[in-house]
């Protein structure tokens, strides 16, 4: 267990839908990074919150948005979903939010989206 | 945006043998250059990292060179073990703007060791 918990590991919605995937990071990690791993595909950088708020943004869709609450877990959500969204979905979290400091990632299991 | 490239994408080397797997980065200002193995079915894990005032770090069987100069850095496996089996990703940090930066992932290399 890394200590980085995504929920639901499993997921499977058909097209046009809309989903919300859930992370909390390791306890004392201020940052969540989201990323992308779509079949025979690296991992694409969404979108990063450190401590509450949007600190960066990749190749993330309109289509889905993200935040980071209070208590410092996040919500992914997916919407008009599309069969090409298919993936796993990593939440990473990090003490830091910069190469000032130390960057470790730590990754959850990961949620698996099938839209079909 | 920023262009990271793993060679190659595929490494096949019999166990015992040793394996290189190289990554090319565009970003100059990187100064953090870390691996992470993927097995099947699971969460990429770091295995080693580097910063940029050092060329060289070890850890048991694995090491990380850093060519700053040349922007790119390796990852070497000593005798290979069966356990190394897996996908390898190399993930500068790379500078995303707006004061911000980030760990962009490569693609990935497959690592097959052969029995």
């Known amino acids: 267990d890394s200590g980085v918990t995504q929920t639901p590991k499993h997921l499977i919605t058909a097209t046009g839908q809309r989903v919300t995937l859930r992370c909390s990071p390791r306890?004392?990690?201020?940052?969540v990074y989201w990323y992308q791993q779509s079949l025979d595909q690296g991992l694409q950088f969404l979108i990063h919150?450190?401590?509450?708020?949007?600190?960066a943004k990749g190749n993330i869709l309109e289509r889905f948005s993200a935040q980071q609450f209070p208590d410092l877990h996040s919500e992914l959500n997916l919407s008009s979903l599309e069969l090409g969204d298919s993936a796993l979905y990593f939440c990473?979290?990090?003490?830091?939010?910069?190469?000032?400091?130390?960057?470790?990632?730590?990754f959850g299991a990961g949620s698996r989206l099938t839209v079909l | 945006g920023e262009n990271v490239e793993q060679h190659p994408s595929t490494l096949s080397v019999q166990e015992g043998d040793s394996a290189v797997i190289k990554c090319t980065y565009s970003?100059?200002?990187?100064?953090?250059f870390p691996w992470y193995k993927q097995e099947l079915g699971k969460r990429p894990q770091l295995i080693i990292d580097?910063?940029?005032?050092?060329g060289e770090k070890k850890d048991q069987r694995i090491a990380v060179t850093l060519n700053k100069t040349a922007k790119h850095f390796s990852l070497h496996i000593t005798e290979t073990q069966p356990e190394d089996s897996a996908v390898y990703f190399c993930?500068?940090?790379?500078?995303?703007?707006?004061?911000?930066?980030?760990?962009?992932f490569g693609k990935g290399t497959h690592l097959i060791i052969q029995p």
């Open positions: 970003d100059s200002a990187s100064n953090y």
């Open positions: 580097i910063r940029s005032n050092v």
């Open positions: 990473a979290s990090s003490v830091g939010q910069g190469a000032q400091g130390a960057n470790v990632l730590t």
């Open positions: 993930a500068p940090l790379i500078d995303l703007g707006g004061g911000a930066d980030g760990l962009t």
């Open positions: 306890s004392g990690d201020l940052s």
């Open positions: 919150y450190y401590n509450g708020e949007e600190r």
